[in-house]
């Protein structure tokens, strides 16, 4: 599967973003799905993470209660919706696809990669 990871800017604290992956040649909901991020210089780490029903979601400590992941079976996107960012949440954000039902929470759990959105958090 192929994926378009989309909706990243520069931003005030404070403000939110939306960030969207399509993916495409493969059967969506085949794939639980995840968004990772990688600031600079750090390793890159998951965000969210959502099975192929929508029906379960992880979070990393740092964006619960601030960031929503969710998927759209029949426009084969998932989303991001992050509210109330932090300079620290400055980072290229992922999307990334596991062609299992269910998510994993480590880099290697993934078998697709998006290209990256940037996402600037600074006043």
């Known amino acids: 599967v192929q994926l378009q990871a989309s909706g990243g800017g520069l931003v005030q604290p404070g403000d939110s973003l939306l960030l969207s992956c399509v993916a495409s040649?493969?059967?969506?909901?085949?794939?639980?799905m995840g968004w990772f991020r990688r600031a600079l210089g750090e390793k890159r780490t998951l965000v969210a993470a959502?099975?192929?029903?929508?029906?379960?979601?992880d979070y990393a400590d740092s964006a619960k209660d601030r960031f929503t992941i969710s998927r759209d079976n029949a426009k084969n996107t998932v989303y991001l919706q992050m509210k109330n960012l932090k300079p620290e949440d400055s980072a290229v954000y992922y999307c990334?696809?596991?062609?299992?039902?269910?998510?994993?929470?480590?880099?290697?759990?993934?078998?697709?990669w998006g290209q990256g959105t940037l996402v600037t958090v600074s006043s």
């Open positions: 959502i099975n192929w029903y929508g029906t379960k979601a």
């Open positions: 990334a696809a596991r062609q299992k039902w269910e998510y994993g929470t480590e880099e290697n759990d993934y078998d697709s």
């Open positions: 040649g493969g059967t969506f909901d085949d794939y639980a």
